[in-house]
């Protein structure tokens, strides 16, 4: 189909990864570099240096403003959490924010993007996951492949947005009908070429499945259940305004402790209003 071919050509004309992130990558993978030099590296973009220590701060990570220098906020959160907030903030400033395709705005899309990142961490947290680097980047990015169609098939695009309000269909459903390929398919290929994490592959890939029976499944299934969760609080837009059931295996999973949504519910909202503003304003 010739959407597939634009969506494929897309992916292969966007640039490898942000300068920041690589350099900052390229780093943090060189035994000899040391914390200053890290620290010095985030600060050549004041602007990411600047929404770094707002997030780092937020009720999301609960450090009540102790944070006040970017080496502090590495001791704080960490290498690979830091490398994950830089690398959402240099892809969330990527791409347009401004244009708008019939009800799909860009800023919407990040809204339910941010809010999926946040559930999903808090449910890393809530179900005892000990190595939580990866679970607010992949509730960000679970959704990109829409951005991909967004950018480089608009009319297509279009076409599924329209057959999502007269069909009342989910957007991936429209996807495949229209375009022959979904979002979670094209954001992993996307994926694929920034050489992301395999854990952040899959999780993009099957977070409509929740589970690819493999050793990420507990990534995969917060994601999964992350989204459903910014849904029902109505997070942003992300392309249609239906609530999909869980996989029930997921709970197996996740071993979640009872009343898990009621305990985080309002820690979750409160973290999506000051993240959303954090990283959406310029």
């Known amino acids: 189909m010739i959407a597939i071919e634009k969506i494929l050509s897309g992916v292969n004309s966007l640039p490898t990864l942000p ?11 060189n035994p000899s570099s040391t914390l200053e030099r890290l620290a010095s590296i985030i600060s050549t973009d004041q602007s990411s240096a600047f929404k770094i220590l707002k997030v780092a701060n937020s009720s999301l990570y ?3 403003g102790k944070i006040n220098t970017i080496s502090q906020a590495i001791l704080y959160l960490g290498f690979n ?8 903030i240099s892809i969330i400033n990527f791409f347009s924010k401004s244009k708008t395709l019939l009800k799909f705005k ?13 559930t999903t961490r808090m449910i890393g947290v809530v179900s005892g996951q000990r190595n939580l680097e990866s679970f607010f980047l992949a ?3 679970h959704d990109i492949g829409k951005l991909l169609f967004f950018e480089f098939a608009p009319k297509e695009y279009a076409n599924v947005l329209d057959l999502v309000e007269t069909k009342s269909c989910t957007i991936y459903e429209a996807e495949k009908e229209v375009l022959g390929i979904d979002h979670a398919e094209a954001g992993f290929l996307l994926a ?8 952040i592959q899959e999780s993009i890939r099957f977070h409509h499945q929740g589970l690819a029976n493999d050793e990420n499944d507990k990534l995969i299934a917060a ?16 392309g249609d305004n239906l609530i999909p059931e869980p996989n029930s295996e997921i709970w197996n999973v996740l071993k979640l402790p009872n009343y898990y949504l009621h305990s985080i519910s ?17």
């Open 62 to 64: 609960g450090f009540g």
């Open 106 to 118: 860009p800023i919407d899309f990040w809204e339910h993007s941010i809010g999926v990142g946040i």
């Open 266 to 282: 309002d820690k979750i909202k409160d973290s999506f209003i000051s993240t959303t503003r954090m990283l959406l304003i310029d």
């Open 19 to 29: 300068t920041v992130y690589a350099n900052l990558s390229d780093a943090m993978d």
């Open 81 to 88: 959490e830091i490398r994950s907030i830089v690398f959402a």
């Open 223 to 238: 994601v999964h259940l992350g989204n459903i969760i910014a849904r029902i609080y109505e997070f942003g837009y992300p």
């Open 139 to 141: 509730g960000i990015f």
């Open 192 to 199: 694929e070429k920034w050489e992301l994490p395999k854990s």
